[in-house]
């Protein structure tokens, strides 16, 4: 039987609220810690999240609150599930707040800009050594609106720690979610990363209004030029075929839930970048991983055109179509690449 802990969700969007009601109805402590007080109120009253999960009902243990240290107070794990923009800060803040070292899980999926640092190597930064006890990437194919309807999902927790790893699959494994473990963290975060700036991609070949072989060709050569940057930042390349590759490249672009998706599609349609986000209301991670990426790339001289076709689209202004066309008319050559 599953151990029961006291468990802290800092963030409070439509991820941290989806993995609190799994943890809650896991038998799991749990509080939620977030930074808008109409949300918190909601999730405490009502145990709804309305702009992030609209016409779903939660359970009525959901629990929030909008001071870190009430939602740390006593926690064995947290789980980080905030933004990658306010990874930093926000991490900055539990040196003071965690009173013993802490399992820490993090599931945000981004590369920070300028340092083309991973979100575990953001946290390493922030956390001192001795207020965490070990540091797990959960990460996966997954939307948030399907794991609170409690449809099938599998997630791969990522540890070199493969005993961290194992709490974390013990924390959240049940019936609907199936947990795998996995070593290779660097594999798992740049696979969860960078398949949000492929998910733009096909977003804009939809809205372009081609089919299924641009996307299938998007996506291919979008997991191509995934695991050469990642075998080159030290990454296994069979990860890249797992969960936290392929697998969640395939639900990011194919779904309507996905926002960066979304956003891809509206681009596609002619809206300006601006707009797109004004209208999202959420964060889409793909846009700012795609100008770390571009920076990452060609630090180390990294071929990756799609990224950079889709990096002109978000900050140069440059035409969808064009940069389809710029796409497809490169020079010949052979398919099969040496990583």
């Keep these: 039987m599953t151990k029961k802990q006291k468990i802290a969700v800092l963030g409070a969007g439509s991820w941290g609220t989806g993995l609190a009601l799994v943890l809650i109805e ?11 007080p109409e949300v918190v109120d909601e999730l405490n009253t ?40 306010a990874m930093r800060i926000v991490c900055s803040q539990l040196n003071d707040a965690l009173k013993e070292p802490t399992l820490l899980v993090h599931v945000s999926k981004g590369i920070e800009p300028d340092t083309n640092l991973r ?21 996966g194919p997954s939307h948030a609106e399907e794991v609170v309807r409690h449809h099938p999902t599998t997630l791969c927790a990522s540890c070199k720690d493969l005993e961290a790893a194992e709490i974390v699959q013990d924390a959240f494994l049940n019936n609907n979610l199936r947990i795998y473990t996995n070593e290779d963290v660097i594999g798992a975060e740049i696979g969860g990363a960078l398949k ?12 372009l209004g081609y089919g299924d072989n641009a996307k299938a060709a998007l996506m291919t050569r979008g997991m ?48 300006s970048l601006d707009k797109v986000l004004e209208n999202m209301g959420m964060v889409v991670e793909g846009v700012r991983t795609a100008k770390a990426v571009h920076q ?6 990294i071929d990756m055109p799609i990224t950079e076709a889709i990096y002109k689209v978000l900050f140069e202004d440059e035409n969808p179509q064009t940069a389809v066309d710029r796409l497809m008319g490169r020079d010949r050559k052979l398919e099969k690449e040496e990583y």
């Excluded at 979100?119 to 990437?137: C, D, F, G, W, Y």
């Design 296 to 301: 990452w790339a060609q630090k180390l001289q």
């Design 119 to 139: 979100m575990t190597q953001v946290i390493e930064e922030e956390v001192a050594p001795e207020k965490r006890s070990a540091l797990v990437v959960l990460s």
């Design 46 to 85: 009502k145990h709804t999240n309305q702009h992030y999960l609209p016409d779903m009902e939660l359970s009525p243990k959901m629990r929030a609150t909008l001071v870190l240290e009430e939602a740390l107070e006593g926690a064995q794990m947290v789980v980080i599930a905030i933004p990658t923009s």
């Design 224 to 271: 191509a030029e995934i695991t050469r940057l990642g075998v080159t930042a030290g990454a296994d390349p069979q990860t890249f075929y797992g969960l936290t590759g392929i697998g969640d490249l395939i639900v990011t672009c194919t779904s309507v839930h996905s926002r960066n998706w979304r956003a891809g599609n509206m681009l596609g349609k002619g809206e």
């Design 196 to 207: 949000n700036i492929i998910a733009l991609g096909a977003g804009i070949t939809d809205g």
């Design 26 to 36: 896991n038998g799991h402590d749990v509080v939620i810690w977030g930074n808008h």
